[in-house]
Each structure stands twice: as C-alpha cells, then as structure tokens.
C-alpha cells in the first residue's frame, strides 16, 4: 500500500499522513492517561511503604530470618506477580541493623489506613476497588488483611464458604438469621453474602450491589417484577416492606405472620360479628405482587381471576 502511495505523489502521501496520524495519536493518548493516574496513584500511597533512610536489601536476605513466611509467599499470587517483600513491607536495611528490629511495616499492629494504604499502591486502579473510599467496610477501619490473606499459596476467599465465613465473623446478627428456618441458602453455601453485597464498597446503602433493593432482588425474582397492570404499592416501594432477606420465622421470609402482615395496612374480611376472618390472605389474594387481572368494581384485588360477587 505504502509502495503505491509513494508512487503516487507527495499530494496523496501528504492526504495520507494527515489522515493517519492523528489517528495514531488519539489511541494513545488513552494509555498516556491511564500511566499518568498509575503515577498518580504510586505516588499517593507511597508513603505507606516508606522507611526514611532505609534502603532495599533484596528479599535474599529476607528469606535468611524468615524462612517460614518465605516458604509459603514463594507460592502465592502475589509472589507470582513478581512482588518481592520490601514492595509491601518497604526498604530493610535499617530492620536490619535495629537492635529491637522495627524500622519496617509490620501489618499486624497497623491501624486501617496505613495497613490499607500499602495495598492500595498496587490495587487502588482496579475496578472491583472504585467505591471502596466511600464503603461501609472503609468507614468502620476494616483492614485488607482483616479478609485476605496475602503470603499464603491458596486465598483466604478461594471459596464460597470461606467468603461466608470472613463475612460473618463480623456480622453475627446476619449468622443468626440465616440459621432460622427460613432463609437464603446462605448457611448452605449455595449463595454467598457477595451474591448480594459488594464487600469493597456498592452504589446503594449496605454495599448492595444494585442501585436499589428492588432491582437486586428481580435479579433472581424476575417473575414478580412486573409491570403490571395493577402494582401494588408497597411492592414499588421496596421488598423489605414484607420480607427480610437474611432470614425469618416466617415462611416466604415475611416480617411477621399472616394475616398480621397484610392487616397493618389492610382493615380485612370480617364474618358478620366484627371477628376478623385469619385464614391467609393469599389463598385468594394469591397476585400479590401485582396483576393485570381487573376486578368486577375497578382495580384489582390481586387475584388470578376476576373477583365478582355473588348476587
């Protein structure tokens, strides 16, 4: 192509050049913007990992004093990735020659933002990491190494099990729900708490990993969606105006029991002598969630068939 171009003129060759430079550039600039915010970031956590006047002996000598912690990083994912033990820990040579041996990050002691701050200098570009500054887990001092573990060849989360297990060893109120009768299969391991919370910080209260409550659980529940014809309100509003989601006596993960459920917004049937009729509601009203189905006065009654009474 270049070839006949050339043959053709320096007119076409300049039309050619003007056409595919700028092209060349703009898909570029991209990767010149991305490496500015990686110096950014670097340059933004890396007080974390300094130690004034040290200077990086090499993990070699590491390894000479720490040979169990060296046997088992050697495996990990971060020493896969080419990371060494002065990248998190920062320069040795001062731990070195202390006679007490500090002068060098030791996590175990450090409070959230210095111990966070270390991995954050690699991990603060990735995307699973964007709403972490403004999460939950941030604002309680929740620590990386709290949930991970980062010297070690298999990861503290490899499993939905062990996922279910970082999370309750907090939230012991959720642990306890989850072992009523009725609940998501959470306790089974079927599910895990990241199915519905983003443990790094979401865009909704509690780290959902939704916009909205309701949007979360039509993720699974389409069938109840909608839209119908005739919603029923609360149902919009929010899910949790019936259901808890961690787990309940009650069947469905209801509140509480019906008819008590429905009678605190609905006044109910009565049998001629003001006694409130206690079957369940949704024997009839079996449509709850919404219906397209009109009743014989207007509206709907949320049933699956046209209510009309008897003459």
């Known amino acids: ?28 600039q991209p990767s ?7 110096q950014d970031r670097e340059k933004q956590f890396a007080k974390y990992r300094e130690i004034p006047g040290a200077e990086r002996l090499g993990s070699d000598q590491c390894r000479s004093c720490h040979e169990e912690q060296a046997k088992t990083f050697r495996r990990s994912g971060h020493s896969q990735q080419g990371l060494e033990c002065e990248d998190c820990h920062g320069p040795g040579s001062q ?20 111990a966070n701050g270390v991995c954050l200098w690699c991990h603060a570009g990735h995307e699973e990491l964007q709403n972490w500054s403004s999460g939950a887990h941030q604002a309680h001092d929740v620590r990386c190494i709290d949930c991970h573990q980062v010297h070690t060849a298999e990861p503290k989360l490899a499993t939905r099990r062990e996922r279910i297990e970082a999370c309750v060893g907090c939230h012991r109120k959720q642990e306890f729900e989850s072992r009523l009768p009725y609940h998501h299969p959470v306790r089974e391991a079927k599910m895990s708490c990241a199915d519905c919370h ?27 969606q909608g839209p119908f014809t005739y919603q029923h309100a609360p149902v919009v509003e929010s899910c949790a105006k019936c259901h808890t989601p961690h787990g309940s006596m009650q069947r469905n993960l209801l509140l509480v029991s019906q008819p008590t459920l429905c009678l605190q917004c609905h ?45």
């Open 1 to 28: 192509m270049w070839k006949r171009v050339l043959l053709s003129g320096p007119p076409l060759l300049l039309a050619c050049l003007w056409v595919f430079c700028p092209l060349r550039l703009s898909a570029q």
């Open 32 to 38: 010149s913007e991305s490496y500015q915010k990686n």
């Open 95 to 114: 731990h070195i020659t202390s006679d007490t041996h500090g002068s060098i990050v030791k996590f175990g002691g450090l409070k959230a933002e210095h």
């Open 198 to 224: 983003d443990p790094h910080g979401g865009t909704a209260s509690n780290n959902l990993r939704s916009s909205n409550l309701n949007e979360l659980c039509f993720q699974c529940h389409a069938e109840i």
């Open 267 to 311: 006044a109910g049937h009565h049998n001629g002598s003001a006694v409130p009729l206690l079957n369940s509601c949704t024997n009839c009203h079996s449509s709850i969630h919404g219906s397209d189905v009109p009743s014989a006065t207007g509206g709907s009654v949320f049933m699956d068939k046209s209510f009309r009474n008897p003459k």
